[in-house]
């Protein structure tokens, strides 16, 4: 298998440390509000890799954290006078709903930052004694050069680090590119005790705490977003490296593109977004994850209603290929085709896969027999498509429109409108189901029907 190396800016093939527990940690979400389109990107990008992995080897460790202590939230709790419990609760649970939804699995370690305070005290603790970190007024202070080596993920120069790490200068930094490991709280603000004074972690020093507890100090894979490789990725190589006699913190480090709407990045700050909760309200979760998928996972993305439009219809073309071929037997002993393997272990070849799925469905179409089929479902349940009953996905949501009830009612008065050789009635009926977005599909002696 091959991947591509953020570190490296190479793809290399993949190595795992331990062959029998492969670790891979992603950078989860922040819980303040429902998560949009392109935070779904990584998660259905890395649930991807997730299940590839979990067929090459005979255990992965998956472990995406939940950051439940954080500016925003806090933001948002003194807006809606909710408390912050409250408002995390709620969104962890709807950011697990809507994941659910896209058919991604559930990591297997799923921490929480509130959780792990003391680790990350320990690991403050740690980067002060040897030298790498400061505590002034209430705050600590990552020192950038104190790490000889810092900024090789990114690969920024001087100038760009400062700039980035602008939004925090302080008359107390002693370097300008220092960030902040623990802040002061005031009495009305979420805080923990800390030999610093009462305050709260930065949003860096809580992934590499995490990460350390739940797969140690060097690991296999770490994930997120492009937008995540600096400062955030960048600061806990620094954190975990310093704390950690230079220990890597990851062997490879891997970033989806960015999901954009007329070719900006989706995001909360632009408002340019499409909530998940929202889009599931028009489409199947498996149409927005095969739209999520259709690029390859380093491009960009460029998402529209129409784009999500076409993954339904193509969606509807192979669940229709299977339905067609409903008599025919699946025997779970037809392996992946070599060549979708191939596409897939090569850096995530996503769209080369569905290439191959939909050729799969055309040959299914032409000879309908069990190897065709088997392969087919082997290949797209692999990734998370196809899993369903291919009948109940033709025929849709019943959430608008015609009732089941009522499509079979008016496909029985059309069939005894025929009997009786009254096709006007026949075709009165036909046209009225179409109108409600139901197209019938006449068989040797049945009627398929479906939603559109
Ligand atoms: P955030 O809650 O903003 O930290 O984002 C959670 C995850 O979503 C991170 O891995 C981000 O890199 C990723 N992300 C946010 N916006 C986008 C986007 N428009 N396209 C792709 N990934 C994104
Ligand atoms: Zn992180």
């Not at 990114?154 to 980035?164: P, T, V």
């Not at 610093?196 to 739940?214: D, L, N, V």
């Not at 009830?405 to 096709?423: M, S, V, Y």
């Amino acid at each position: 298998m091959q991947l591509y190396n953020t570190l490296t800016r190479e793809k290399e093939i993949f190595a795992p440390m331990d062959a029998r527990n492969v670790r891979m940690y992603v950078c989860g979400p922040t819980v303040y509000d429902f998560a949009h389109l392109g935070n779904a990107r990584p998660v259905v990008v890395f649930d991807t890799l997730y299940r590839l992995l979990k067929l090459h080897y005979p255990k992965v460790t998956y472990v995406r954290n939940i950051t439940d202590v954080d500016d925003k939230i806090m933001a948002k709790a003194k807006e809606s006078g909710e408390a912050i419990d409250t408002i995390t609760t709620r969104t962890t649970k709807a950011y697990h709903d809507d994941m659910a939804s896209l058919l991604a699995l559930p990591p297997d370690i799923e921490p929480r930052a509130t959780a792990h305070i003391p680790h990350m005290l320990a690991l403050i603790a740690k980067l002060i004694e040897k030298g790498h970190a400061y505590a002034v007024d209430g705050h600590v202070l990552f020192n950038v050069p104190s790490m000889p080596n810092y900024g090789e993920l990114s690969r920024r120069s001087r100038d760009e680090l400062i700039a980035g790490a602008r939004v925090e200068v302080a008359p107390y930094k002693k370097d300008a590119a220092d960030f902040v490991l623990w802040k002061p709280s005031t009495a009305d603000q979420v805080g923990w005790d800390s030999p610093y004074g009462r305050g709260r972690p930065g949003w860096h020093i809580e992934c590499s705490a995490m990460a350390k507890e739940h797969l140690g100090e060097t690991f296999d894979i770490h994930g997120g977003g492009l937008d995540l490789i600096f400062p955030h990725h960048e600061n806990e190589i620094a954190q975990s490296r310093c704390a950690h006699d230079d220990a890597p913190l990851a062997k490879l480090w891997m970033h989806n593109g960015f999901l954009t709407i007329n070719n900006d990045k989706m995001s909360k700050s632009l408002g340019n977004f499409f909530t998940v909760r929202d889009l599931l309200a028009i489409a199947p979760g498996e149409a927005l994850r095969l739209a999520l998928l259709s690029a390859h996972y380093r491009q960009p993305l460029d998402f529209s209603e129409e784009a999500l439009k076409k993954a339904k219809q193509t969606l509807d073309g192979w669940y229709g290929a299977l339905r067609n071929t409903k008599d025919i037997a699946f025997d779970a002993n037809v392996a992946v085709p070599e060549n979708f393997m191939a596409a897939l272990d090569d850096d995530l070849n996503t769209p080369q896969a569905f290439a191959i799925i939909h050729d799969l469905v055309s040959q299914l179409n032409k000879t309908p027999d069990t190897k065709t089929k088997s392969a087919l479902l082997s290949a797209a349940n692999l990734i998370g498509f196809l899993t369903q009953d291919a009948e109940s996905w033709m025929r849709g949501s019943s959430s608008d429109g015609l009732s089941e009830e009522q499509i079979l009612a008016l496909i029985t008065a059309r069939k005894d409108a025929k009997a009786a050789k009254n096709f006007a009635e026949a075709d009165r009926i036909r046209k009225e189901l179409l109108d409600a977005g139901i197209v019938l599909e006449d068989k040797a002696n049945d009627t398929l029907w479906r939603r559109v």
